[in-house]
Structures are given as C-alpha cells and as structure tokens.
C-alpha cells in the first residue's frame, strides 16, 4: 500500500432513502430514520474510497473493524456527508476516524473504521464461498422484498 498522509480524506454524499431507515430482520420496521447500520455501511464506503487510492496493484483491501456512535437521527430525504479521515497508515492497515453531517452542519454521527490489505489472491481465498454453500444471488434480497 502506497502510505496514507495522516489527515488525508474521502467524502460520500448520501441523501437518505427508505432503505436505508430502521427495519429488521425478525421485528421489521421500527423508525423511519436513518439507521445506524447504515451510518456504519457509508463510514466503511468512505474509508473504502480513501483506501482505494492508495493500493498498489495486486492488492486488496477487506474491512476490519467499525465502531459508530449516532448522535442524532436524520429524516428520509436529508442530504449527509460522510467523511473518513486517515488517523494512521501501515503497510497493511488503514485506520480512519468518520463523521457524518447533515446540510445544517449538525454532526449525525461520528466513529473509526479500520481495513486490512493483503495480496488479492490471499483476500480471495478469504472471502471465497465454502463447498457447498449456495450464496444468494444479487436478485435475492432476502424476506424484505415487497
């Protein structure tokens, strides 16, 4: 991995959408606000995007670790920038502190995340499917389809 300057960004512009609001699995929908879940998901993405930049080819970067603390809840239909900024680079490690705000300027949320890089054959062999085990296809999205 080519280092990461401490301090360096990457920004995801997300507007919150229905899915992206509270509904689980056993329970089903519960707030329609956005969830911390997917705070979590876009603080990844983010890291992901500054992460990107920076392998060499060759290699690959997996997710590691995600911490999130929501501080406030946003409505559908909010505009929110999410921010992951490099706190320390290794020769196989990103770590980055995440912020997501609101057009307000009020902080939504904010955490870490951390990605690993390995060589892409190791990181394939990783995330390979186990014999035997059928991964649903992208047209299977579970039992929250309509």
């Known amino acids: 991995m080519i280092p990461v300057p401490i301090g360096d960004t990457a920004e995801l512009d997300v507007v919150v959408a229905h899915e992206m609001t509270v509904r689980f699995d056993e329970l089903g929908a519960v707030h329609q606000v956005y ?3 997917s705070m979590a998901k876009h603080f ?3 890291g992901r995007k ?3 930049r ?5 290699e690959g970067g997996i997710g590691r670790s995600v ?3 929501h501080l406030r809840p946003s ?3 909010d505009a ?3 921010r992951a900024r490099c706190v320390q680079s290794r020769a196989d490690r990103l770590t980055c502190e995440c912020t997501a705000v609101d057009a307000g300027g009020r902080e939504l949320g904010r955490g870490t995340t951390v990605q690993v890089v390995l060589p892409e054959e190791a990181l394939a062999r990783i995330v390979a499917p186990r014999p035997g085990i059928v991964a649903p296809g992208p047209a299977d999205t579970g039992p929250d389809t309509p």
């Open 35 to 37: 969830a911390t879940y």
């Open 44 to 46: 990844e993405e983010a």
């Open 50 to 52: 500054l992460l990107l």
């Open 54 to 58: 920076h392998l060499e080819p060759g």
């Open 67 to 69: 911490s999130v603390e």
């Open 75 to 77: 409505q559908v239909g």
């Open 80 to 82: 929110i920038r999410v």
